[in-house]
Each structure stands twice: as C-alpha cells, then as structure tokens.
C-alpha cells in the first residue's frame, strides 16, 4: 500500500521513504584536529625517515622539498607531485609504488608495504596536513608557544561555585552575544532528557506518572537522585568511558585474538561509576592499580585494582611482529596515547619522533613517560605471536588452596609414575625369564593360533588388504556410515585358552567384547599410535572355555582396525607373560610362513629362534602379567590421583592488565626508531609542562613510576586533569564539551566557549572529593541544562555552541537499541558478564564474531562483543566508531543505511510487532494514546493524532508501529 507522510510533530513529517530522502547525506569527513594527528604520528615520521635527506634542506634535490616547510602540499617546478584524494593521480604514489620504472623512489630500494599502504591512504584520504604548517625556507621558525602562553597550561582561576554558577555563566555568554536563555521546557520533556541522560534508558510509564503527580519543590532532585542511584547510571557512563579507553573484546590488527576476559574490566568501570568511585582514585586504579595494594585489603580490594589495570591492556597490538623491540616501543606508544588523551587532553604521542610541533611538548617528556610504560610488563611472553600479561584474580584462600592442589597433585603423579615405572621393570627383568619358560614349552609342543580377519563369519566392516591394511596384516574397519559397526568369528577351542585381539587405532576407540552373546566388558581401549599395520599391538586377553563359541567385537561408531585374534591354551607350566609371549611368537611365525620364495623356510626359522624372542624379552608386559600386589599397589596411586581430580580447582579468574618489570629509563628514539637512540637516557617519569606548578618526584622511582605518574595526574594542583574530567562531563550533556574537542586542550584543540565555568566546574569536582555524580547532579539540575529545545538557531548561535536552546540530539547506538528493547519491556537488565563465546586468546573472525558474539541477546547494548576488526554491522550503522582508538566524541552521522535499518531489518520489525501488542484490547483512541506515551513518553499532538487516525484507517498497527519507532519522536532527544 502507498504510505502518506506521516506528521510526528508540529512542522516535522516522516515516513518510510521521508526517513531516506533525510538521510541521504554523507557522513562528515575525519575532523581536522584527527587528520592533522594522524600526519604528524604515522605520515611525517615517513617522509622524515626515508626522504627528508634528499628533499630536504635548502637545497633539496629537484626542487622538491618533503619536509613540508614551504606550505601546502610539496611541489616541483613541473607541477604537485601529491592530487589529494586521488593516488594514481600523484606522482609521489607512482613513485614509491615502483609501477613506473622512470621513476622509483626512493631509489636504494622500495619502501616496505606497510609505508607503501600508509602512504596511499593518507593521500586518497585527503592528503590532510596542518594548515599553516609550511614556512619560505629562508624565514625564521615559527615560534613555538610556551605554556604560559595557552590557556589550558596556565592554572585555573578560582571562582565561585554556588547553586547558580552555571547559568550565571551561560547567561553572561548568552548577554554579551544578545541573546538569552529559552523558556523551561515542559515536564515530560525534562525527565525523558534526564532519564536517557543519566540511564541511557526511557523513563517507563510509571515514572512518567508518578513524577507528572508530584508537584514538590524537590521533585526534580528527587528524579535526580534516583536516577543517579540506579545501576543503569554506571552502565551509561562506563559507556562513555569506554569509548575513551578505547574497550574492545578482541586485539584486532594481524592477530585478531580474544580478549575474552576483558569483560571484568568493562564490569568494573561500570560498578566504579555506580559507587561514585572518586576520579582521583579512578586514575591511580587504572595506571597503577598492581601498585597500591595494602596489606588489610580485601580480596574485592584486590581483584578491583588489578582489574582495572585492563585500562593499559586493552589496546591493539601487532602481536606477530617479529622485531620484539618494536613490539615493545609500539605498545608504549599507544599506551602513551591512550593516557594522555584520556586524563590530560594532550597529544603527547605526537613527540614520539621530534618536538611536537605545537605544544610545548619535547621528545625528552615522550621518552620519559615511554620509560614508565617500558618499565612495565604488558606482555606474558614473547613468543611468535606474543600473548599479553593477565592477573590471577583468585581470592587469598583460593590462591593458597590451588598451591597445596598443585603440590598434591605434582606428587601423586610421581609417585604413581615411580611405582609403575619400578612394577614395569620388574614385569620386564619376569619377562625375560618368561621368554625363556615360553621357548621350552614351544619345544615341547606349546603353540598360538592366530585367526584372521578374512575368516570372520559375519561383518558389517570393510575387508582392508589394501589402504590401511595389507596382504600381509588384512584388518577389518568401519565404513563412514553411522550406527554400531561389528566382527564376529566362530572359534573353537579345545582346552580352556587365552585369547587377544591385535589391533591398530590412532585414537582410543574401545569395543564391547561379547562371548556367545553375554558382554564380558570392553577391548582395544587404548590408542596404538596408528592405524597402519606397523602400529598393531594387542588388547588384555580374554578366556575362553573349551567347546564352540561365537566372539564378537561391536561399537557405536567406528572400528579400531583390528587385525587379528590370536589364541594361547592355557598351560599350568607357564606364567601371564609366557602366555602372551607365546601368543607372540605364534603372530611372528604367522607373518614369517606368509613369506614367499626359497629363503621362506629359513626366514621363519630365523624369526621364530632370534628376532622373537629379542622382542618379546624387550616388550613390557600388559597389566595382566604384572603381579597381584604389584598391580594393586599401582592401582591404588592411580586411584589417588583420580580422587584428587575430581577435587581439582576451577580455573582462576583472569583479567587482562600490567605489572612492573625491571625498571629502565629510555634514550630519545631518532624519528622514533628504536634502531635509532640518541647518546644519553632521559630519567622516566611524567612530561616536563608543570614543573613550576607540581613536583615531579623522583627521577628515577624505585618502580616503574606508575604509581607516581598517577598521584601527578591526580594533583589538585594540575591545570589539565580537572579540565579534561569536566568538560567530558559537559559533552555527556550537551552533546559537545565547552572545549568541543574533549581529548585535545592544546594549540590544535578548541578554546573553551566559557573558560570560566570550565574552571568553575573543575574546582567544583576537585572540591567534591572528585564526586564525578555531585558534577553530574549540579549539571542536570541547572536552568541552563532544564531550558526547551531550540528548533530555530539564532544567528548569533548557529550551532548552540552558547546554549541558547538545548541541543537536540540524536539517540547514540546504545540508547537506540536499548530504548526499543525498553519500549516493549522485552530489555533483560541483568548487570555484568561476557556474551562472547570464544575463549581467552582465541582466534576471532568475522564468522565467528557473528556466531559467537550473541547479538541477539536482550541484553543492553552495554554488552553486546566489542570486536576490532569485525564490528557488529549495527553498531557500524549507528556511528560507534572505532575500538581501535581512544575516542573524544562520537561523530554523529546521517546516512541511508540508518534509514534502511529502521525500514527493513528483522530487529526493527520483531520491535514493532511487540509494540503492535500494547493496549490491543483497549479502543483504537485509547490505545493510540497507550502506543505513544510508552514508545515516546507523551500522548500525540492534535496533528499527530488526526495523521494516525488517518493512517491506521489504511494500515495496521505494527506497520504504523514501525513508522513511529523510525520517527523523529522516537529517535531523537529533545
């Protein structure tokens, strides 16, 4: 049927085919601060290496200076040697790809691919490079800004912080720009922005009532306070930590392996954020959490801090890199990446290879943190693909009760092997003596009979004289069909006798063994080595009975091999290990009469009187030939041993994290090799920006200075640690932080919309005790963060940078899925656990992800497998971005393959006919109200309400269910 537009709000339509036409556009391209980060860690460090000292100086080889000094993209008298966006379009390209043999660069040799590739996406990327950033060769260097001269390296100034300082704040800004705050928007507005806010969840519709009816002052604080006592709280901002910590479930770039415990660090940001752990103490936790343990902690003390070490863990890494150097130094530089993003806003990395290039940071202040983090043990070994460290989370009793089980066990096991070891060479010293009692009974008459698998009377099997078996060692085996598989021989014997089955089984494939129909138990239940004939050995014997009997050997599944059964009468004259040696003896003059030609005779003869009884002398005898007391002795080990199993230990919980290693202060990598150190090594410890402002400790800690590093961190004193804190707690808000680019204060970062209440808000958290929900609290109650939605921008505010209206906001990948869940109240809210199936350092690939990663669980979104490499195509769709990086904000999109999974996937639909259900008894007026105030919150506006009456005259519900959870109404927040 046709679908008329569908009217969701006062000004705004949406259908099906509305949703398409709206999210047709492109997704914005990498911002500039990210582009500009990149060239200057990955692409400059290229150029410097491998051509700077020929197109480099002042007077580079044909005029072409790859130094980038000169401004704009590098280019030679002929023309741009780079057409940013197009590399087969660049003359640099062709070079380096050596596709052009006039012209191959550099000319000693090509550049390694992996140069070769970076190079080539830099390029079709847009060939990014900061603007500005050249210099006329003959002009003085830029003069590089000084920390008293940027406003985030200066101390905050001290303001007052009362109940209004945030609107107080905001309304000066607002004033001097003409503008002024929008009225209040309406209550269900309010809680449904607080609620998904602080939750990342819809309020129900029981929260919605009960508010709308309490008309206390306090109401608000009270919402506010529930809210952020649930436990949805911690799961919503673990959320945006996470982001930051760059959280994945796998390693991702060449070995795609499992992080599969990396949960427990996950579930512990959560319980941190739900305990309002102090900020201060979330650093130190996670930069040195192995160090500062106490001795009366306890054993959730423990497990808390190593796990959340998992901070500095859980980074990509190039595990099957060969140079275990570079391996190392990578490790420390995304370690360095990740820290001081995170806690400082600052690109330190960028100092990796020279002085950054705009803050006041040295390649001395990056190496003395690399000798923190070099100093610490992020790998549990080195191997050919390198596996990383992991802490035993297990408590003091169950790390002391593993150490006695281990012991016990260790020496059960050695007493089990001693005495087998002891009853075995004493069975073998009997056997000799057997050998020689079983030679004489030969030579006066005692013979083996060795019967066939030809002569089996009945078999499902197969007759092998030809792949397994041969014409000398046919053997009967299964087919490949299922069901049970059997032999059977009619034996005849004339006085009681001993009889064995010669077999061969790569595996263990034990068969019942039936003696004219009654199970007399199971044979040739141990593995042989093989299934050729050369493997062949022989089951414990059985007996039989004089008179005529029907032997049959069955399994479900398939056959061991089996070759032979070979029959022994019993003599009183001989022991067990005459008889099997009898038995022997009996096969080897079978295999040697089978012989052909003249020496046939003489080769028997030689068998039966040497090689036999050499082998026989040299075989240990089975168990049943070992004495009565020598096998129970035996016996009673392996039954100790047994009885220790079944009390074994479980596997001690483990959690990805550091610990400190012997501790090493690192010289200057030239352009960041480690192939490559400058003369003397710079004392670890952290960069050198706020000397004058906080002690730096010891330069060389006893330790890795971790430990040290994050009480540096955690100063009250600092300039960046509180900024950085707040403004992240800002953008959770708002949308975007006073200084939008939340990882980066430096020259290349944003300045602040309203320094003063970013420093108003930083001492607000310093003075909480680093209370990160008393920050929330006095956010979400604030006028400023209560006002309505601005749906028109003033010109004086086009992107709401001032608030002159609350920022409308899309709802990110998490709250999306979980609001639909939530809506028909089909959301599983159990806290904590993994969903991926696949064990620790397991491979991970892109069928198993999907397999195994559980996507279709209930859960909230929280929990569904972060998988580097094999994203989960929602989480793609609705700009997740990627786990790979440490990152500031999600950049929002609107595409049409969000369209397309609101129209068309069975998530979508599945939702909608669950809705479809709500209120299905009530009349279609009642239960358009009911659809709207638990999908939306609010019943429909008159508009809305005369377009769905419309549309339901035409459609049914779970198609206009559908239509409504794709809308605006639904899908943004107001």
Known sequence: ???????????????????????????????????????????????????????????????????????????????????????????????????????????????????????????????AIPRGDGIPASAPAPKKITKGEHWAFKPRIATATDSDFIDRAIDAGLAERGLSRREAADRRTWLRRVTFDLTGLPPTIQEIRAYLADTADDADARVVERLLGSSAYGERFARKWLDVARYADSNGVDENLAFADAWRYRDWVVAAMNADLPYDRFIAMQLAGDLIGTPDESDRERRDRLTATGFLALGPKMLAEQDKEKLRMDTVDEQIDVVTKAFLGVTVSCARCHDHKFDPVTAEDYYALAGVFRSTRSFANLDFVSRWHSHDLSSKEERAFRELWEKDHAESKKRLADDTKAVRAAALRGRTRAVASARISLANGARGTRIVPASAATTNG???????????????????????????????????????????????????????????????????????????????????????????????????????????????????????????????????????GPDAPRLAAWIVEGRTWVAAARRPPTRSAWPTDQRTLVEARESAVAALETSKPKPADMAPGVADQDPQDVAVHVRG????????????????????????????????????????????????????????????????????????????GEAPTHPELLDALADRLVRSGWSMKALHRVIVLSRTYRQ?????????????????????????????????????GDIDRTLGGSLLDVAEGDYVTNDQSQDKGRYETPRRTLYLPVIRNALFDYLGT????DPSMSQETRTTTIVPAQALWLMNSPFMASRAAAAAKIAADQPDAARLDAVWERLVGRPPSDAERHLSNAYLRRGDWARYVRVVLASDAFIFLD
């Open 673 to 748: 090799s480690h192939l490559s150190l400058g003369p003397t090594k710079v004392p670890r410890g952290p960069i050198g920006l706020f000397d004058d402002v906080i002690p730096r400790g010891p330069d060389s800690p006893k330790g890795s200075g971790r430990k040290e590093l994050a009480a540096w961190f955690a100063d009250p004193r600092h300039p960046l640690t509180a900024r950085v804190a707040a403004n992240r707690a800002w953008a959770a808000f708002f949308g975007t932080g006073l200084v939008r680019t939340t990882s980066n204060f430096g020259l290349r």
């Open 462 to 596: 197969i007759l092998d004289a030809a792949k397994w078996g041969s014409a000398l060692h046919p053997v009967v085996r299964s087919d490949r069909g299922k069901g049970r598989h059997f032999a059977e021989w009619n034996v005849s014997v004339e006085r009681p006798s001993l009889v064995w089955i010669r077999y061969a089984a790569q595996e263990a494939r034990p068969v019942d063994l039936l003696v004219d129909g009654v199970k007399l138990g199971t044979r040739a239940d141990v593995a042989t080595g093989g299934w050729h004939p050369k493997h062949l050995g022989l089951s414990e014997p059985f007996t039989l009975e004089p008179g005529s009997h029907v032997v049959r050997l069955d399994r479900d599944g398939h056959l061991p091999h089996l070759a032979d059964l070979v029959i022994v009468p019993v003599s009183p004259r001989m022991d067990a290990a005459a008889h099997e040696a009898t038995a022997l003896a009996a096969l080897t003059r079978s295999d040697a009469t089978r012989a052909v």
């Open 878 to 881: 609705f700009d997740f971005g």
């Open 788 to 824: 309505a939605t601005a749906l028109v921008r003033p010109e004086a505010d086009p992107d709401l940078r001032y608030l002159s209206g609350f920022p409308r906001r899309r709802l990110d990948a998490e709250q999306l899925r979980d609001a639909l869940l939530a809506a028909t």
């Open 1 to 127: 049927m046709t679908t008329r537009p569908f009217a969701l709000r006062p000004g705004t339509t949406m259908t099906f085919i509305a949703i398409v036409v709206v999210l047709c556009g492109f997704a914005p391209a990498q911002s500039d601060g990210a582009a500009v980060e990149h060239f200057e860690r990955h692409i400059r460090p290229l150029f410097a290496t491998h051509c700077a000292d020929c197109h480099g100086g002042d007077a580079p080889d044909a005029d072409l200076d790859l130094t980038f000094r000169r401004g704009g993209l590098p280019s030679t008298p002929a023309g741009p040697v780079i057409v940013a966006g197009d590399p087969t379009a660049s003359r640099l390209i062709k070079a380096i790809t050596y596709d052009d043999s006039d012209l191959r660069m550099p000319p000693a040799g090509k550049l390694p691919d992996e140069a070769v590739a970076a190079l080539t996406a830099w390029v079709r990327a847009g060939a």
